[in-house]
C-alpha cells in the first residue's frame, strides 16, 4: 500500500524539516518489506482567502484533487480518535490486508480541514488533544509511519 501525506502549508529549511525527512526516509526503506510504501508528500500553499470557510474550502478543494481514486483518507483533528502507537500500525495493517492500494493522511492549515472533508474521510486521528504546529505534526506523523513499520515487522524500535 502506498501512503502519502498531504499538508496545507510548506515546511522550510530547518531542523523540523530534517527531521521528519529522516522519518520519512526510515519508513521508506523499510516498508517495502512489509508491503508499505511512501508514495509522495504533497505540499500546498496557505490559502490567502479574507475569511477562514473559504480558506478551509480551497485548501480541500487541492487535497480532493491530488487524492488517488479509492484511496483511504486520514485526516488529522484535534477532534478525531486518539489511538496509541500499536492500534495506529494496526490500522495501517488492517487498510492494507484489505487490498487498499493508497492512503493519504491531511495535514490541514492554520483554520483547520474543510467540513466536507469529514464525509469523505475514512478516520479522523488526533495526535492529542492539543494544538500543534503544522511543523511539529509533520514530524508526529513520520515518526509513528516509521514506528508503524517496526511493529507490523517485529522490530525492537518500538519497546513497551
Known amino acids: 500500500m502506498r501512503i502519502g501525506l498531504f499538508a496545507v502549508g ?6 523540523e524539516k530534517d527531521l521528519a525527512a529522516r522519518y520519512l526516509d526510515r519508513f521508506a526503506k523499510a516498508g517495502p518489506a512489509i508491503g508499505l510504501e511512501l508514495s509522495k508528500v504533497s505540499e500546498v500553499a496557505e490559502s490567502r482567502a479574507s475569511n ?8 480541500a478543494a487541492l487535497l480532493v484533487k491530488s487524492l488517488p481514486d479509492t484511496c483511504v483518507l486520514v485526516l488529522l483533528d484535534e477532534r478525531g480518535k486518539a489511538f496509541d502507537s500499536e ?4 490500522l495501517i ?11 493519504v493522511i491531511a495535514i ?9 472533508l469529514y464525509e469523505r474521510a475514512d478516520t479522523t ?5 492539543m494544538t500543534w504546529p503544522h511543523q511539529l505534526v509533520r514530524i508526529l506523523i513520520a515518526e509513528q509511519l516509521y514506528r508503524a513499520v517496526t511493529i507490523l515487522s517485529g522490530h525492537p524500535y518500538h519497546r513497551v
Open 87 to 90: 492500534t495506529f500500525a494496526g
Open 125 to 129: 486521528l488526533c495526535l492529542g488533544k
Open 52 to 59: 477562514s470557510d473559504t480558506r478551509k474550502r480551497e485548501e
Open 108 to 116: 490541514g492549515g492554520a483554520d483547520g480541514l474543510d467540513p466536507a
Open 93 to 103: 495493517r488492517d487498510y492494507r490486508d484489505q487490498g487498499k492500494r493508497d492512503m
Open 10 to 15: 510548506r515546511l522550510k529549511a530547518g531542523p
